[in-house]
């Protein structure tokens, strides 16, 4: 078993208890982001989604960024996801993570 190491290996993913430490991994990395952003936004008086690692903040938005991911796909592509898995979904909330 090969737990993640941080939110761009989600690779390592491949039982659901490493899909629970790849979530628990994103989590933390959202945190972080948004701390991050805080932090320009109070030392340059302004900051936007778009200058962080996660392309959104609002859970709406990640899930349809998600979606839109899915629907852009090829139908080659799709098949690499079948049958479904936990490295897939771990792939997948990655894209979603920095798709826009």
Do not use: C
């Not at 659901?16 to 979530?23: E, P, R, T, V």
């Not at 320009?40 to 989604?49: F, K, L």
């Not at 090829?74 to 490295?87: A, Y």
């Amino acid at each position: 078993m090969a737990v993640p190491r941080d939110a761009d290996d989600w690779a390592s993913v491949e039982t659901a208890a490493d899909f629970s430490a790849y979530l628990r991994i994103l989590s933390v990395d959202f945190d972080a982001d948004v701390v991050e952003s805080k932090a320009r936004q109070e030392a340059n008086g302004w900051v936007s989604p778009d200058d962080g690692r996660w392309a959104h903040w609002r859970t709406g938005d990640f899930l349809d960024a998600w979606g839109s991911w899915l629907s852009s796909m090829h139908d080659r592509e799709v098949m690499e996801l079948e049958p479904p898995s936990w490295r897939g979904f771990a792939f997948q909330l990655w894209a979603a993570m920095v798709y826009e």
